[in-house]
């Protein structure tokens, strides 16, 4: 009786863990893309100090980041496996960072690989722990 209990407790808490990690997703798709460049926008300013005419040119940026990256996830071609739209949104990411170091001051450029970095690294982090879950 005491394994039938263990194994619907454990049942409960991974459908417990899987909702709750579905509504998280949920909540990022609700925000426009407007919204969403404009949270990345702001977190920008703060971090690397930008001005006022900076901070336009990256929330145009990234606004146009944000929006081909939904249509290449979003485009349901037949021949496009998740391998090809990876790549894809991999090269858009590149690119990306390249338009945004473009508008960068040279000490802003280099904070930004820092935090490029520091975000890779915490990614990277959240990986490992879901793996061991």
Avoid: C, W
Avoid at 58 to 79: C, G, P, Q
């Amino acid at each position: 009786m005491t394994k039938y209990k263990s194994f619907a407790l454990l049942l409960i808490i991974t459908a417990f863990f899987t909702s709750s990690t579905l509504f998280a997703q949920q909540d990022f798709n609700k925000k426009t893309p407007e919204e969403r460049a404009q949270k990345q926008s702001e977190r920008m300013k703060k971090s690397l100090d930008l001005s006022d005419e900076q901070y336009q040119q990256i929330y145009d940026i990234f606004l146009k980041h944000i929006t081909d990256a939904d249509n290449i996830r979003n485009s349901s071609s037949v021949n496009e496996d998740k391998s090809g739209k990876k790549e894809e949104l991999k090269a858009l990411r590149k690119n990306t960072h390249s338009k945004i170091n473009t508008v960068l001051t040279p000490e802003q450029q280099v904070k930004f690989e820092q935090l490029l970095k520091e975000m890779k690294e915490k990614r990277k982090g959240k990986r490992n722990k879901e793996k061991m879950n």
